[in-house]
């Protein structure tokens, strides 16, 4: 009897053992407090939603705050990567976290998925094999965004940024392909909620656009102040100063507004609208582009992790690298530096019913690159 | 650089200055007569902005968004006197200071749970939208207009309640002696408690206020509690008067400093560097205000107490 009981124990640990080996750890890091909580609930819901919706139960994720602060997310990676033992880290939302976090991440051989985030020294000289940007690298929707306005007859344009590395990349990929003049160039607080002193200097300013870049608060507060203030130029930028979150806040006085993305819910796109319904079911609201890419994010994650172990690093690499998933943004490959390569679309901010949201209004550029794969060797 | 713009960053600068007051006022007061460091004053400031906005989408009236916001404070302020803080008149600033540090964390989190994380929408009055046309040709936000007026009736009130009423005497009394005022009988309690409420008040009424152009969300009071400090520091512990100079100070040398900085450093710098050197310089420029103030008076320019 007693010889039974032990068998069997031994058969269920065994059991266990050969199930932990297969199962993979995902730690998220994400923002979840703060001004930019938006953007991470968003990343952290899209990418839960694909994780149930491709039934597999050998994936565990532990999701953490970093409160948008860089001391913080490294604590909490080194906690992930130590203690928690986790594969593959993802979540992060701002750039200069991602600079605090990814590269020591790779470094210790561990898998970094970037849902949002794409600073240029990641993309660059100090990209990694490791690390793979499913979302999109920081000049890209402004590259497009340059471009469109060049073609649109834009003379003047007055730049807005906050003064960190991606509102830095955003305005050098305003710059790169925009043939126009810069009057001024204006960088701001990360954080910053009143903009009357920087509106006061658009309404002195020459320019006939203003194009910013403004994610989550920050956006909000300057584009309610701008429309009460009598500055009568038209304003655009990259979809994260007009995502969802953000409309819903500033309500019509965005309407007309015209910005760059890489998705919309509206986009036609193979289980786009899947997608859009089914995360408007679980969670109540309409998706943010911040939703589509965790959402894509999980995605890859679970078509990499049916072909290969991630124990096995250069198969579960080869498997990423592949993105053999459907993202919600129709064609998506990955570029020699991880980087994507994709379709970036001009939206326009529009009323539907009793909602603002965003809507297509065509391709601002196709199958489009970023600019620093040339530096990549690896 | 046209006059027109220099005017209309000067009523920027007051204008951020007024509401800086509204918050300064209160944790000045609270800090001078019980001598208690509140943190959670940021929270009050995000209490009320949440009630004016919760209000406003229920009612769609921005007026009792305002009473809501003053009364919701008020509300918060006097439970947690009740609660907390009166376990904290006797301890030392280290203990207030954690005590009040977990309850920014409570109010943060109480409200992300009832309200979500994303910012809610509380728009301005139609009657203070659109800008008014100034003397000189300036185009001037007509909200930001009332702002300034309306902080400044909130000071002149305030002035009138400390000098010329029974409680401001009250107040004045507790903030040179403590012990002797409820000697001569006034209900200390009562009087803490009304002075903490009075100051949360302040703040949500601020929050309201700003909160209508700005965002409203959560972890909104941090930054302006942390510019509250510098301006009670600089206009003199325990002073009202210090507060609204503080806070006028404040609130000009940050935005005047945000724009003519980089313009200052660009007359002999490339421009990319002086946007830089400036930008990093302005966001300075009022802990270097602050410096200066206390090098040359030590207790802030109205203090009385070291």
């Given at each position: 009897m007693k010889f039974a009981k032990t068998l069997?124990?031994?058969?269920?640990?065994?059991?266990?053992?050969?199930?932990?080996?297969?199962?993979?750890?995902?730690?998220?890091?994400?923002?979840?407090?703060?001004?930019?909580?938006?953007?991470?609930i968003d990343v952290r819901d899209g990418f839960m939603l694909a994780i149930e919706q491709s039934g597999r139960d050998d994936i565990e994720v532990v999701i953490e705050d970093d409160q948008r602060k860089p001391d913080i997310a490294v604590q909490l990676a080194d906690k992930m990567v130590q203690s928690e033992k986790v594969d593959v880290l993802t979540g992060i939302i701002w750039s200069n976290l991602a600079m605090a976090v990814v590269p020591a991440v790779t470094a210790q051989g561990k898998f970094y998925l970037s849902p949002n985030a794409g600073p240029s020294a990641l993309a660059g000289k100090g990209c990694h094999p490791n690390y793979f940007n499913v979302s999109w690298q920081n000049d890209a929707f402004n590259e497009a965004a340059g471009t469109w306005a060049s073609e649109n007859g834009i003379g003047k344009v007055f730049l807005m940024a906050p003064n960190y590395p991606a509102g830095k990349d955003m305005i050098a990929g305003f710059k790169r392909f925009f043939k126009g003049d810069v009057t001024e160039e204006v960088y701001t607080k990360l954080g910053q909620t009143d903009y009357a002193a920087e509106i006061a200097q658009i309404k002195a300013s020459e320019a006939d656009l203003v194009y910013y870049f403004l994610p989550g608060g920050m956006g909000i507060s300057f584009m309610k102040q701008y429309a009460g203030s009598g500055a009568e130029k038209s304003v655009m930028g990259p979809a994260f100063s007009f995502d969802q979150g953000i409309l819903g806040a500033i309500g019509e006085a965005a309407l007309g507004v015209k910005n760059t993305s890489h998705w919309s819910k509206d986009l036609d796109a193979p289980g786009n609208a899947d997608f859009?319904?089914?995360?408007?079911?679980?969670?109540?609201?309409?998706p943010s582009l911040?939703?589509?890419?965790?959402?894509?994010?999980?995605?890859?994650?679970?078509?990499?992790?049916?072909?290969?172990?991630?124990a096995d690093a250069d198969a579960f690499r080869a498997a990423l690298k592949e993105a053999d998933f459907q993202s919600v943004r129709g064609d998506f490959a990955f570029g020699a530096n991880n980087h994507p390569i994709q379709n970036i679309y001009m939206r326009e901010v529009v009323k539907e019913g009793d909602v603002v949201t965003n809507k297509v209004l065509g391709v601002a550029a196709t199958d489009h690159t970023d600019a620093y794969g040339g530096d990549c060797k690896m | 650089m046209s006059t027109i713009l220099i005017i209309e960053q000067l009523l920027n600068g007051l204008q951020f200055g007024v509401m800086l007051f509204l918050m300064a006022a209160g944790l000045t007061l609270i800090f001078g007569v019980m001598g208690l460091i509140n943190l959670a004053h940021g929270s009050l400031y995000m209490i009320g902005a949440f009630c004016a906005a919760a209000a406003a989408g229920l009612t769609g009236s921005f007026a009792l968004g305002l009473v809501a916001?003053?009364?919701?404070?008020?509300?918060?302020?006097?439970?947690?006197?009740?609660?907390?803080?009166?376990?904290?008149?006797?301890?030392?600033?280290?203990?207030?200071?954690?005590?009040?540090?977990?309850?920014?964390?409570?109010?943060?989190?109480g409200t992300r749970w009832i309200f979500g994380s994303f910012p809610?929408?509380?728009?301005?009055?139609?009657?203070?939208?659109?800008p008014v046309a100034l003397p000189g040709g300036i185009q001037y936000p007509a909200y930001r207009l009332a702002?300034?007026?309306?902080?400044?009736?909130?000071?002149?009130?305030?002035?009138?309640?400390?000098?010329?009423?029974?409680?401001?005497?009250?107040?004045?009394?507790?903030?040179?002696?403590?012990?002797?005022?409820?000697?001569?009988?006034?209900?200390?309690?009562?009087?803490y408690t009304f002075v903490f409420a009075l100051g949360a008040a302040l703040a949500g009424l601020a929050g309201a206020l700003v909160g209508a152009i700005q965002s409203v969300q959560v972890g909104m009071g941090e930054p302006v509690l942390i510019l509250a400090f510098v301006v009670i520091v600089i206009g003199g512990i325990g002073s009202v008067k210090g507060a609204l100079i503080g806070a006028v100070l404040v609130g000009l040398t940050d935005t005047l400093g945000k724009i003519f900085l980089p313009q200052l450093f660009a007359l002999f710098m490339d421009p990319a560097a002086a946007n830089q050197?400036?930008?990093s310089l302005a966001s300075m420029s009022i802990y270097v205000l602050m410096a200066l103030v206390l090098i040359w008076r030590p207790t802030g320019l109205f203090g009385a107490r070291a």
């Open positions: 069997a124990l031994t058969a269920a640990l065994g059991a266990l053992a050969s199930g932990a080996a297969a199962e993979m750890k995902i730690g998220m890091i994400t923002t979840l407090s703060g001004g930019g909580a938006g953007l991470g859009v319904a089914s995360f408007q079911e679980k969670y109540g609201r309409l911040y939703a589509a890419q965790g959402f894509d994010t999980g995605l890859l994650l679970a078509s990499a992790a049916g072909k290969a172990d991630v | 916001a003053l009364a919701g404070a008020a509300i918060a302020g006097v439970l947690v006197e009740l609660i907390v803080i009166r376990r904290l008149y006797d301890k030392d600033h280290l203990d207030q200071v954690l005590a009040t540090f977990a309850l920014i964390l409570i109010f943060s989190e809610l929408f509380l728009d301005i009055p139609a009657a203070l939208s659109g702002l300034i007026v309306a902080g400044l009736i909130v000071a002149a009130g305030l002035f009138l309640l400390i000098s010329r009423t029974r409680i401001g005497i009250q107040i004045r009394a507790g903030e040179n002696d403590r012990e002797m005022i409820a000697a001569l009988g006034v209900d200390i309690d009562r009087l050197t400036g930008a």
